[in-house]
């Protein structure tokens, strides 16, 4: 009688076990996804009692906001905070009664170690798709000297105070303005329904380079527009994970497309799909290499894109490749007959391999039919390596969207 009265009591506590998982699951139905992003590249100024405020457009809406800080690039451990996030208004203000506090484990500061990042807590805000988004960040006063993370070359203002804690300020001054990026990494949303995001992965021509500055011009920045545009694709979201001057094979302005790759495409949350854009400035390199290293060849950039869609497709997801743009005439050392050569062999080897889950070709999107080496001068943003930003135009416009109605 004793054993059966065990039996019933210990089945009744894994029901009650099994019921409250059920029940926090329920309870915490929240899909999150990136919904924004910048890629950490390289050490940048020290920001010593100010605040930074940076603007950022959703590229999808949700119900709930986290943000990620980064000290990769950091010397040292950093303690940023308060960190507020609100609406945008114009250039540096927001729209009052908008503003949000971000906290980390319940607290208004944080200290990431060096080479760490860290998530905020979530803050119930409602984002639309496309709508821009104010984050404001303080660095207080620290006696160590602290380099800060950035991303350069960010083609957006990015506003610091000459001193104080001003992220709660609907009317921000404007002491100082920067190109750069500093700590934010990325924005996510959260929502009830089932939401991805699209990894745009790659190098200056991702990051948008050529395209004017606060427009929002980059062709990832099109292809979300696109997206929005079509009710059967709003539910996708574009995350930008381009660095300028970027490799897949070595080092260079940041990190290796291989080293970086889990970081910076596979970890985003709700990530189902990359479009990879990338291998030029490796060719590039290859001109004015001095070491033998740096002089790569067609087959070892085939090799490096095998890796990373063998790692994409270990974690489901899938990989698109897209063809290199052309960069005739931008100049000897950096374009070169062999680096021609080596380029239309790379292009040949993602258009029919079958290597690639999919194929964007924004080479024939871009190039001029009367000389299929260069750029179309349309397109051109006068270097003849980096479009414009109607050249970003013809690419985003060269997505099949069709490429994004798999669902997982």
């Known amino acids: 009688m004793r054993q059966r009265l065990l039996k019933w009591v210990f089945a009744g506590s894994v029901c009650t076990v099994v019921a409250s998982a059920m029940a926090a699951s329920g309870a915490d139905h929240r899909a999150w996804v990136n919904t924004w992003a910048a890629t950490p590249d390289i050490a940048g100024p020290v920001l010593n009692a100010q605040t930074v405020r940076q603007i ?151 990051d948008g380079v050529g395209s004017k500055d606060n427009a929002n011009e980059r062709w990832p920045d099109y292809l979300a527009v696109r997206l929005q545009a079509d009710a059967k694709f709003s539910s996708i979201g574009v995350a930008n994970s381009g660095i300028g001057g970027n490799r897949i094979l070595h080092d260079n302005y940041g990190p290796s497309a291989l080293a970086r790759f889990d970081r910076d495409a596979l970890d985003k949350p709700g990530v189902r799909w990359i479009v990879l854009l990338e291998s030029i400035n490796d060719i590039g390199g290859s001109g004015y290499a001095w070491e033998a290293k740096d002089k790569i060849t067609a087959q070892q950039l085939i090799d490096g894109m095998k890796t990373l869609i063998a790692r994409a497709h270990a974690k489901h997801v899938k990989m698109y490749g897209a063809t290199l743009t052309p960069y005739g005439g931008n100049g000897w050392p950096y374009h070169s007959v062999a680096g021609e050569k080596t380029r239309q062999e790379v292009n040949a080897w993602i258009r029919s391999s079958g290597a690639f889950d999919g194929v964007v070709d924004f080479d024939k ?20 390596l980096h479009p414009s930003s109607a050249g970003y135009q013809a690419m985003a416009n060269a997505v099949d969207l069709k490429l994004f109605s798999d669902k997982p």
């Open 56 to 206: 950022v457009r959703a590229s999808i809406g949700g119900s709930e906001v986290r943000v990620r800080l980064s000290n990769l690039f950091g010397n040292v451990p950093i303690t940023l905070g308060p960190v507020h996030v609100a609406l945008s208004d114009h250039e540096s203000d927001t729209v009052s009664g908008s503003d949000h506090v971000l906290l980390f484990n319940g607290k208004p500061t944080v200290t990431i170690a060096k080479g760490e990042s860290v998530l905020s807590d979530p803050v119930k805000m409602d984002v639309k798709a496309l709508q821009q988004l104010a984050v404001s960040i303080y660095v207080p006063a620290d006696a160590q000297y602290h380099a800060s993370t950035i991303h350069n070359a960010a083609l957006a203002t990015s506003y610091i105070t000459e001193s104080g804690d001003a992220t709660a300020a609907i009317q921000f001054p404007r002491d100082e303005v920067s190109g750069n990026r500093f700590f934010l990494t990325d924005v996510e949303v959260a929502s009830p329904s089932s939401k991805h995001t699209i990894v745009t992965f790659g190098d200056s021509i991702t």
């Open 365 to 384: 999107a871009v190039r001029d039919p009367a000389a299929p080496e260069k750029m179309l001068a349309a397109y051109d943003s006068g270097d003849h």
